[in-house]
């Protein structure tokens, strides 16, 4: 799997957001680069994890906050969306360190194909709902 790397394209216009986007595509790049290799360390797979499962909780109540400050209409179901992403992530947090087999690989997929799929699909609404003139920007 190629590693994972912001594109402008995923900008959604709110600065913090962004950012917070990138670091987040950073982590799972992090991630990705260190399953690869073949001398990988356990050890360095659960630090990212948990930074991983701590921002992922800390972006998703920063972008919540920002959707109740501009009234977003489909806040509630976005946030059922952030709540199932980190059930699922602390599942293979917990699968990774019972050292199941082929956790991370399956992780990384997971990770990759949801978050981008998340920013482009759903956080990309934010932006429409925005320049459409709801909320603040």
């Known amino acids: 799997m190629q590693k994972v790397e ?14 917070q986007h990138r670091k987040l595509i950073r982590l799972i790049g992090d991630l990705q680069e260190y399953h690869q290799k073949k001398e990988f360390h356990d050890d360095v797979i659960d630090l990212i994890l948990e ?22 209409s489909e806040l509630e179901e976005h946030r059922v969306k952030h709540l199932n992403f ?6 293979f947090k917990a ?5 199941k087999n ?8 997971f990770l990759t194909q949801w978050l981008l799929n998340h920013i ?12 459409q003139g709801g909320g603040l920007v």
Not at 11 to 17: F, N, P, S
Not at 86 to 91: A, F, P, R
Not at 120 to 131: G, L, N, P, R
């Open 95 to 99: 699968d990774f360190q019972a050292r």
């Open 120 to 131: 482009a699909v759903e956080d990309v609404q934010i932006k429409q709902y925005i320049t």
């Open 51 to 72: 930074e991983l499962c701590d921002y992922t909780e800390y972006h998703f109540t920063t972008e919540e906050k920002y959707m109740e400050q501009i009234s977003y």
């Open 102 to 109: 082929d956790v991370t690989e399956k992780l990384t997929t």
């Open 86 to 91: 980190v059930k699922q992530l602390k599942t």
């Open 6 to 19: 912001w594109s402008e394209s995923y900008a959604i216009g709110v600065g913090v957001i962004d950012y």
